[in-house]
Structure formats: structure tokens, C-alpha cells
């Protein structure tokens, strides 16, 4: 049979971001797979090398257009740890209810983009719609709903009354009923499970060697998660289960991800329920000593990590970034070899792609 | 999970997206909800603005602009297209005197006209956000 | 006079001006429904129309390696045949022609836009559009041949090969969707494959192969091939529902063209919550599903509809 | 993991150095060793310390010198740092012993023109296949000035 090369991207309805593949196909079987990056290369390491560490905040903001958040509680908890400043209490626990809702809002924004496309628009709409209240409750606490410029070094920008505290548990009571109907649903619809199931497959051997991080090697039963392993912020005084599942395929990391939803939205329930009074933020100064931190989180897609470091300045001397998608793009040329092309699109959008993440 | 038919899980949904109204948020026609604290149009009260420019230092995105003559005489000027709506103005000022107001900033054609004098301290006037002087 | 109404028939009702408006007002009113459960608002009534319009009037563009006048022609044989066989189907008791064995002819008819819908991917160049086309002849392989075997069912049930007579028998005894509800369902997922419709929209699934065939057409030529997917749903509609789902009237108390709509609308609302239900099958999925369990089905319904009729 | 365990067995592995291990802010711990000895010691880690993660590889101008950090991660941070001449700085490549390095190399070899030695595909990852003017990491890279665009170091300056 003879060998068609199918591109994919720059510019695909597959894709929601730019990044090229080149599939080739024989009939409709992938047999080879090309990818370029860059295309959405803003060279963010080298432009904080210009701005001042205040500035860098809300450049680290825009890393990432889904899991914001995340990238600046890391580059500040890496900030706040060269200038071993102690964050008051009650910015923690904003700054991690944050984090959590986003974890919500990202997976749900994922199985609406992986039901998208493999063609099953009303979970699309459900998810889309069910995120909506995620993004609200951010909305309300912060004024973006997805840029929230919330956290600052030394805390957070935000603070919240008794009033916002009832509203959120109830729209966080709302959020798990839903997200128990989208489960029901995926664990259950048949068409959902022949198009998801040994489809992208990877061992927990191959999670290792490519060193692939979050939902997708916890769904290859590689129990990582540095909420745990790490606790930074204040994860280690909060009581939750890290969801693995031992399949390996895309519907494992849909079922791993919407359990990881439901823990979220406990995470946010005890964060409420315990959260301490005093201010939401210290004063940091502007200069930092020199020296160099390696700040590490978990994002929604897994394992962020910082480097920072200081020569005394104001600006950074250098701040390296890698978000979790590069790993799981590289063992992407694993999960597309032998698939089907109609799986093309399930394989990929399986993994939860950010290319502005990867590309920086 | 009790093994049932997936139609169960399906369609007391869809009876309910059926039954109530749309989600779809109908903005051009009906007025956008904006959340209490959206961060839209710049605005500072020149009365409490004392021409410091830690705002113009902290701005990410160099939207702002201070212009001094002298001591008490000295501009304060925002440029709209570069500013990233990032509420670090409204951290920086230790005068409370700048702030992200509930509110759209109009789409403007030509991007020449988009320089607004906030503070001009020789008038000792705030101008307005569109543009003209 | 005779004349005249045959002209009528031709060309207004139910020939196709009818076609046309009910096409567009079919596919209006399965998006609104789609739309409505999925939460959303969904088009205005004049969508369908407006589309239309704007691609009559759009660029007609073809890419430099793909034969024109295939590519010109292809969407007018398909939409030619779906009025054509418009014609046989009858609407609320009115053909405009009818003869005995004309639903083999309207069978026929309806499968070759399926075939046009193929050439159309293979003809223009691009990588998408011939994947497409091979997806579409091995859906077309699949679904048919069920299909088919469904619509035997009332023919044999009523000992007529021609539609107007089966609607006719079935006034006279009882909806052949009574007899052989299997065969309904049969012909339901037959004419879903046979329009392309989510979730069986797999020559075209947007996101695996952009448009599928009709990726390289733009212009008056897409403006003919979306008018002739909407006629067929329109015309494979008529078809079950004369086929499967009775006479035209209940007594006298109803007009007969009003009980036709409500029962076409129906169907058309099956199609639609099958599409809200369902993710996309990939194709050899289908292909499984076709032989190995609709085909089978459809011989057991057939055994039955001849041992219970002899 | 234990850091002391992994010390012992770089001092028995490399007894020529003289090594160390430094902390750094939030949970890291640092072991400085000489470039050539880099895949070795990477060696060590994932057979004999079953440290397979790798979380990234972080290169950056010291303006003497070019400096590569390989960040693993088991428990918590541990960084093996090593230092490359400026001009021409050549490394052996550690994809063969864990093959999720590829990218964060690719990366490094375009951002400062490092060479992984033995690496199976150096081409650029990020920066376009037109990409002239040098690795954009290093401090005497000049950034190109963007048409209609802000020189982001004058208004800092002002």
C-alpha cells in the first residue's frame, strides 16, 4: 500500500493550539510521525531577564493560558524562598483554593476538547458549560477568568468575606453533581469507551523513560503527584487521595482526571472550611539576594519546575521553566505508531497538549 | 457504580438543557454581568496621585507613563493597547490613587489615539479614558 | 390540465420547491434541537437560507490538480438524483409519479449521491479528501446493505415493490413499525450512515479529516452538495416514514398532511437525540457494527417478516 | 533515595574528585561534577538508584563559563551541575540512558549552542528553520527589534 504523508497543523480543527505533524500513513494506519514546536515561541525565559522580578509576575501569568495560576505560585513560592519570606497563612490557603479550582477548570476544559474531537459535542457542552462554574467562583474571587493576578510575591492580591465563602461551597456542591454525571457518563456510554480504551496506550515502563509527569503517568499507574511526594504550600495539612488507574489508555486519564476533579473540589471544601484570619500578603522587597531556587508544583497537566536565579538585583539572572506538556509530547511518537488515523485525534488531544505551555 | 444503562446518565441531562434556559450569554444584545472585582478601565483620582511612579516602574507591559517637569507639575500618561489589565498598578500605588474600575475600555480604530493623559498635575485634572484631551 | 398538474407536481409540490423548503427547514430545526439539548440557543429560522445565499455567492475555488468539470458536475448528478427520487416518495398521499417498483428506483437514486460523495474526495487532490472518500465507500459498504434489507421488509410485508402502495396496504391493515420494529431501527442507523450524520459522521469528521471529500469545494459547488445532504435527509425521512410508519390519517379527525409532518418530525427528532447521544464511531468500528450485527439483524427480520407472511 | 548513599557511590565511582553536595532553597540538593563525568554519574542514578525522572536540564551563561544543571527528581530535587567552556562546548548526550531527555537537550543545544554528543537529532526545537543570529540564551545574543514593538530595555531604562 502506498504511504500518504497527512500534515496536521500548523493550522488544524484538531487543534486548538499551533504545533505541525507530519503522520504518515499507510491505508489507515500511522506507520511514521514528524513534530516541529515553536510556533507559539515567545522566548519568555529571555524576556524576564529584562523585567524585574514584580514585572515577571504577571509575565509568568501568560506561559500558560489554562493553568495561569500555577506558574506564578511557582515562580513566587521560588521568589519567596531566595528572599526567605514567610507567607502569611491565610495567602497560602487562597493562593491553593486557587490552584485547585483551576485544576477543576483545566481537566474540564480537556474532556470538553477530547470529546470535541472525537465527535461528541454534547459532552463538549457539558464540560464546557460545567467548567463555566469554575471559572466563575474564579471570576468572583479574583476578576479574570482566566488571567487572575492573584498571586504577588509575599501573597496573594485578593481576600474574601463569610459571604463569598458560603456562595463558593454552594457553586462547589453545584460542580460535583455535574462532574458525577460526566463520570457516570464516560464510565458507562459505549461509544465513548470502544473510541477511548487501549487507544494511546502507554506502560508505566515507557512513562519512565520519558520521563512523562501528572494525569497521564498517573493513569499508567506511575503514582506520582507532588502535592504529595513534595508538599509545598500547604498541601501537607490537607487530606487527599492521588488518583491512579492502572489501564494506560485515554479513557484511564479521562476517568483519572475527572476523580481528580472530585478530590479537587474536596480540597477547596476543607481549604474553606479551614481557612485562618490575618492578612493575605507580607510586604517583599524588591531586590533579591543572590542565590538560586528550584521551585517545583503540580499543575493540572503535572510537574512544573523553576529555576531562579538571583545575582542581588532586581531582575532575575536567569529563570528557566518547564511545564509538564514537553514530556508528554515526546512520548506521543510512541502512542502514534500503529494507531488508527481516526485515533489521531484521540491520541492527541488524550494527553492534554498545551503548545503556548511547551513552547513558552 | 450499579451497571445501568448509559441512557440514564444521559438524558435527565438533556431533559434538563431542554427545559431551561440556554447558557449562552447573549452580550451584543443584553448588558454584560461584569463580577465586582473585573479589571477593566484605568482611572486615577488626581487628587491622591503624588507623582511617584512606582505604578510606571511595577507596569508590566510599560503601559504607563510618567512625564516630570518638576516636582508638582508632571503627567501621568496611559497607553490602553499596551496595557495588559493586570491590576499591578492598583497593587503598587501605596496612595490608593489608581484603580481598575467595573468596566469595558471601548474598541478604539485607530490606535494613535490611544494615549490618555490620566494626571496632568498642571491642571490638576483627570481626563477621560477615550482618547480625546 | 393534466399538464399543468404534472408541472405542479414537478416543480412545486411535492417536486422542489417543496424539497427545497423542506430541506431548509428541516436542517433548521435539527440544529435548533441539537442546539436546545446541548444548552445552547441554536439559529435563527433563516440560517439554513442565509447559508445558502452566501455560498452561492462566495469564490468558487479548486485546487490546480483536481478535475474541474468532475468537480462541477458531481454535485449536480447527486442532487439530481435525490430530487429524483423525491418524486417517487410520496408526501402525504401525493407522488408526482409512481409505478410498481419504484422503491427500488428511489433506493437506487439514493445511493448515488453516496457514490458521487466518493468521486468527489478521489477527484480533488488534496490528502484529506481522498482519505475521506475511501471512508466514505467503506461506510457505504456497511451501512447499505442493511439498509436495504430493513426496506425489504415492508415491501415483502406488503407484497408491493412500489412505496404508494405500501403506504396504502398499511392503511388498509397496520404501521409496518408494528410488525417489524427491529426493521425500523435497522433503517434508523441505515439512513444515519447514509447522511453522514453525527455519530456516523465519519467521512467528514472535522476533526480527523477536516471536511473529508467536500475539504477542496467551496463556493456554488459546496452550496449544491450541502443542499443535496439536506434534501436526502429530507427524502430518506419521507421514505421510512412511508414505509414504516402507516397510512396518512387517523380516521378523518386530522388532516392527512398534518399527521405525515408530525410523523416525519419525529424521525427526523430520532435522528437528531442520536446524534446528542452517541460519540463518533471510528470506521472499522463500523464496518463491525454493519456485518457482524446489523446484517445479521436484518436477515433474522426478514426470516421472520417471510415465515410469519407464508 | 539517600543523598548520602548516591555521594558514596560518585566518591567510589570518581575517586580522582572531590565531591560535595550543597542544598538549595526548597528541597534540592546539588552535586557539582566535571563534564565527562556527567553520563556516568547518570549512569549511576538510574542503575544502581533507579532514578529515572529527569525533570529538566537547565543551561545558562555564567559569562566565563556555560553551566548545565540536570534536575532529578525521586522524593525530592537532586541536581548534578557541571560547568562547559564557552567556545565550542561539547557534552556527551544522556538520551541513550533516559530517552525523555531528547527535548530538554534539543533545547539547550539551540538556546546556547551546546553540542550533545551522540544525540540523534540536534535540530531546532523552538526557534524557526530560518532562525540566524545565535543562541538566543547567551548574554551576547542582541534581541532583534520588532517592527511597531516596545524596546522593552529603554523603557525599563526610563
Known amino acids: ?360 | 457504580m450499579a451497571r445501568s444503562r448509559p441512557l440514564f446518565y444521559l438524558l435527565p441531562e438533556l431533559w434538563h438543557s431542554l427545559v431551561s434556559q440556554p447558557c449562552t450569554v447573549g452580550y451584543p444584545f443584553e448588558p454584560a454581568v461584569l463580577p465586582a472585582g473585573f479589571r477593566g478601565r484605568v482611572v486615577v483620582d488626581p487628587d491622591k496621585c503624588k507623582g511617584c511612579g512606582l505604578c510606571v516602574r511595577d507596569c508590566p507591559a510599560f503601559a504607563l507613563e510618567l512625564q516630570r517637569e518638576s516636582r508638582d507639575k508632571y503627567k501621568l500618561i496611559y497607553y490602553p493597547d499596551r496595557c495588559a489589565y493586570c491590576g499591578q498598578c492598583e497593587i503598587s500605588c501605596h496612595a490608593d490613587a489608581i484603580s481598575l474600575q467595573n468596566d469595558f475600555v471601548h474598541a478604539i480604530p485607530e490606535r494613535d489615539t490611544l494615549k490618555v493623559v490620566l494626571v496632568d498635575h498642571d491642571k490638576g485634572r483627570a481626563c477621560d479614558v477615550d482618547g480625546e484631551e | ?310 | 533515595m539517600n543523598n548520602d548513599a548516591i555521594l558514596q557511590s560518585f566518591r567510589d565511582a570518581f575517586p580522582d574528585l572531590d565531591l560535595e553536595i550543597t542544598s538549595l532553597p526548597v528541597d534540592e540538593h546539588v552535586i557539582a561534577l566535571p563534564a565527562d563525568r556527567v553520563h556516568a554519574a547518570v549512569a549511576i542514578l538510574v542503575e544502581q538508584f533507579g532514578i529515572y525522572h529527569l525533570s529538566t536540564i537547565t543551561g545558562q551563561d555564567r559569562d566565563e563559563n556555560l553551566e548545565l544543571f540536570y534536575h532529578f527528581w525521586q522524593g525530592h530535587g537532586l541536581t548534578l551541575r557541571t560547568s562547559l567552556p564557552y567556545d565550542a562546548p561539547v557534552i556527551p548526550t544522556v538520551t541513550d540512558l533516559i530517552p525523555g531527555a531528547t527535548f530538554y537537550e534539543r533545547e539547550v543545544c539551540e538556546m546556547l549552542d551546546v553540542t550533545f554528543e551522540g544525540h540523534a537529532n540536534l535540530e531546532p526545537l523552538f526557534l524557526p528553520d530560518n532562525w540566524e543570529g545565535g543562541a538566543p540564551l547567551r548574554k551576547d545574543f542582541v534581541v532583534p527589534p520588532v517592527e511597531g514593538g516596545l524596546d522593552v530595555d529603554k523603557e525599563a531604562a526610563a
Open chain 3, 1 to 310: 390540465m393534466t399538464l399543468i398538474s404534472e408541472l405542479f407536481a414537478l416543480l412545486i409540490f411535492p417536486g422542489f420547491v417543496f424539497l427545497f423548503v423542506a430541506a431548509l427547514t428541516f436542517e433548521w430545526i435539527d440544529r435548533r434541537v441539537i442546539a436546545r439539548l446541548q444548552g445552547r440557543v441554536g439559529p435563527a429560522w433563516y440560517q439554513p437560507l442565509a447559508d445558502f445565499i452566501k455560498l452561492m455567492a462566495k469564490e468558487d475555488v479548486l485546487p490546480s490538480g483536481a478535475n474541474k468539470v468532475a468537480a462541477a458536475a458531481l454535485p449536480m448528478v447527486a442532487l439530481a438524483a435525490v430530487m429524483t427520487a423525491g418524486l417517487y416518495v410520496p408526501v402525504a398521499g401525493r407522488a408526482a409519479s409512481y409505478f410498481e417498483g419504484d422503491l427500488i428506483v428511489v433506493l437506487f437514486l439514493l445511493s448515488l449521491p453516496s457514490l458521487a460523495y466518493f468521486l468527489a474526495g478521489w477527484i480533488s487532490v488534496g490528502v484529506y479528501s481522498v482519505i475521506g472518500g475511501n471512508r466514505s465507500l467503506l461506510q457505504y459498504f456497511s451501512y447499505e446493505v442493511p439498509f436495504l434489507m430493513a426496506l425489504t421488509g415492508p415491501a415483502i410485508f406488503s407484497g408491493t415493490w412500489s412505496i404508494t402502495d405500501i403506504v396504502l396496504r398499511q392503511s388498509q391493515t397496520t404501521w409496518t413499525l408494528f410488525v417489524q420494529p427491529l426493521g425500523f431501527l435497522l433503517a434508523l442507523v441505515g439512513l444515519i450512515g447514509k447522511l453522514k450524520r453525527d455519530p456516523l459522521d465519519i467521512p467528514k469528521a472535522k476533526s480527523e479529516v477536516i471536511a473529508g471529500p467536500l475539504t477542496e469545494f467551496s463556493g456554488r459547488k459546496l452550496a449544491l452538495w450541502h443542499l443535496t445532504m439536506d434534501m436526502q435527509t429530507v427524502v430518506g425521512i419521507f421514505l421510512l416514514v412511508n414505509t414504516f410508519l402507516g397510512g396518512y390519517s387517523f380516521g378523518a379527525a386530522l388532516p392527512s398532511v398534518f399527521v405525515f409532518a408530525i410523523k416525519a418530525l419525529l424521525v427526523l427528532l430520532a435522528l437528531s437525540a442520536a446524534s446528542v447521544l452517541y460519540a463518533r464511531l471510528r470506521i472499522d468500528q463500523l464496518a463491525n457494527l454493519g456485518w457482524r450485527i446489523l446484517v445479521p439483524l436484518a436477515l433474522v427480520q426478514i426470516a421472520f417478516v417471510i415465515w410469519a407472511g407464508g
Open chain 1, 1 to 360: 500500500m502506498t504511504k500518504v504523508t497527512i500534515p496536521i497543523g500548523p493550522q488544524h480543527p484538531l487543534l486548538k493550539e499551533p504545533l505541525s505533524f507530519l503522520v504518515t500513513v499507510e491505508g489507515e494506519r500511522v506507520v511514521d510521525s514528524k513534530m516541529r514546536l515553536g510556533y507559539v515561541h515567545r522566548g519568555i525565559e529571555r524576556l524576564c531577564q529584562q523585567r524585574t522580578y514584580v514585572q515577571n509576575v504577571h509575565l509568568m501569568e501568560r506561559v500558560c493560558g489554562i493553568c495561569s495560576h500555577v506558574h506564578t505560585t511557582t515562580y513566587c513560592q521560588g521568589v519567596e524562598a531566595l528572599l526567605g519570606l514567610e507567607v502569611p497563612e491565610r495567602g497560602l490557603y487562597l493562593r491553593t483554593l486557587l490552584c485547585e479550582l483551576e485544576r477543576i477548570h483545566s481537566h474540564l476544559l480537556w474532556l470538553g476538547v477530547l470529546a470535541k474531537n472525537m465527535g461528541f459535542d454534547t459532552i463538549f457542552m457539558y464540560a464546557w458549560r460545567y467548567r463555566e462554574i469554575a471559572l466563575d467562583i474564579m471570576e468572583s474571587l479574583s476578576g479574570g477568568r482566566v488571567s487572575h493576578a492573584v498571586n504577588i510575591i509575599g501573597g496573594v492580591r485578593i481576600d474574601m468575606d463569610a459571604a463569598q465563602v458560603e456562595a463558593v461551597l454552594g457553586q462547589l456542591d453545584e460542580l460535583d453533581t455535574h462532574i458525577t454525571t460526566l463520570l457516570g457518563v464516560i464510565e458507562h456510554e459505549k461509544t465513548f469507551r470502544v473510541r477511548t480504551q487501549n487507544v494511546g496506550l502507554l506502560s508505566p515502563e515507557q512513562v519512565r523513560r520519558y520521563c512523562v509527569v501528572g494525569p497521564v503517568a498517573r493513569a499508567s499507574d506511575v503514582d506520582v503527584d507532588l502535592r504529595r511526594d513534595a508538599p509545598y504550600s500547604i498541601y501537607d495539612r490537607l487530606d487527599f487521595k492521588v488518583i491512579t488507574h492502572a489501564d494506560g489508555d485515554v479513557w484511564a486519564r479521562t476517568v483519572v482526571r475527572l476523580l481528580e476533579c472530585v478530590e479537587s473540589t474536596k480540597l477547596c471544601r476543607q481549604i474553606l472550611a479551614s481557612l485562618p484570619d490575618g492578612p493575605t500578603s507580607t510586604r517583599a522587597p524588591r531586590k533579591v539576594p543572590a542565590g538560586e531556587v528550584v521551585s517545583r508544583s503540580e499543575a493540572p497537566r503535572g510537574e512544573v519546575i523553576y529555576y531562579i536565579r538571583s545575582n542581588g538585583k532586581d531582575k532575575p539572572a536567569r529563570v528557566k521553566v518547564r511545564t509538564p506538556t514537553l514530556p508528554s509530547l515526546l512520548a506521543l511518537y510512541d502512542q502514534l505508531r500503529d494507531v488508527n488515523v481516526a485515533d489521531i485525534s484521540v491520541v492527541l488531544s488524550g494527553v492534554d497538549l498545551c503548545i503556548a505551555c511547551a513552547d513558552r
